[in-house]
């Protein structure tokens, strides 16, 4: 099995040119070398690929570009330079994979328990694939239950929540930084908006639109990345060994 099938697979699940201003796609390696294992990330860390060549695993990928600006140099402690130093191929599946069906946004709601409507929180292509959903629930929310079960569900150390008195019938999900998108999700109707990486402008903005935030962090959003990936992977090339990485952690601690 060569890389390259791997790579026309995963095209054909979410196509690479879908992503909007992104690097995605096999970003190391060659088409032509022969797959001994898949490991699977978020971020493609020293630590992953030290795990990958103890797995004996010589092709991983990613939901984040490895190589996302230019380059000016291929140097330690740069990822890139031992990936080539150890000879993996890296693909990555970005932004395309947050919008295709079955991809990171949809494993998000589905972890979450949620019932999407079909509505596309922000469409970017004609076709009306896009980024986030809406969602209805099924059962009213405050701010603070449903950021606890955010946190629940999501298995995370802590998240930040608009601390307002309303009831929470209608929600807005998107993976990763998707704050930016509060307009949106107000004028879709949603009571809420559960994302990542909120800047305090957007907090502040919340607040004065009687509006609700849940920032359940970029990792925490999108590490369902790693095994939705794992499991499509494994299901489709039963020959080869994949595995969700093991060192793929948040780069961060709570207190």
Not at 213 to 220: Q, S, Y
Not at 224 to 237: K, M, V
Request: glycine share 8%.
């Amino acid at each position: 099995m060569k890389i390259r099938e791997i790579y026309d697979y995963l095209n054909s699940i979410s196509p690479f040119n879908t992503a909007v201003h992104d690097n995605v796609g096999l970003l190391t390696g060659s088409m032509d070398m022969e797959v001994t294992g898949i490991c699977t990330c978020l971020d493609i860390t020293n630590d992953i690929i030290n795990e990958a060549v103890l797995k004996n695993a010589n092709l991983i990928v990613s939901h984040h570009p490895v190589i996302f600006d230019p380059l000016r140099q291929v140097c330690p402690p740069n990822p890139v330079y031992k990936l080539v130093q150890n000879d993996i191929s890296a693909i990555a599946m970005h932004t395309n994979f947050d919008m295709s069906e079955g991809g990171v946004g949809d494993a998000l709601v589905e972890l979450l328990g949620f019932t999407p409507t079909g509505e596309v929180l922000e469409p970017v292509h004609p076709n009306g694939l896009g980024f986030g959903s809406v969602c209805e629930l099924d059962f009213a929310f405050t701010p603070k239950t449903l950021a606890e079960h955010c946190k629940n569900a999501l298995d995370l150390g802590g998240v930040r929540y608009t601390p307002i008195n309303k009831e929470i019938r209608r929600v807005a999900v998107c993976s990763g930084a998707g704050g930016s998108n509060i307009r949106l999700a107000i004028e879709r109707g949603c009571d809420a908006l559960i994302t990542g990486d909120i800047k305090h402008n957007i907090w502040v903005d919340a607040i004065n639109s009687d509006f609700v935030l849940i920032d359940a962090g970029h990792f925490g959003t999108e590490k369902c990345a790693t095994h939705r990936l794992a499991a499509l992977l494994s299901r489709t090339f039963g020959g080869i060994p994949v595995f969700a990485a093991d060192h793929d952690t948040e780069p961060c601690d709570y207190i």
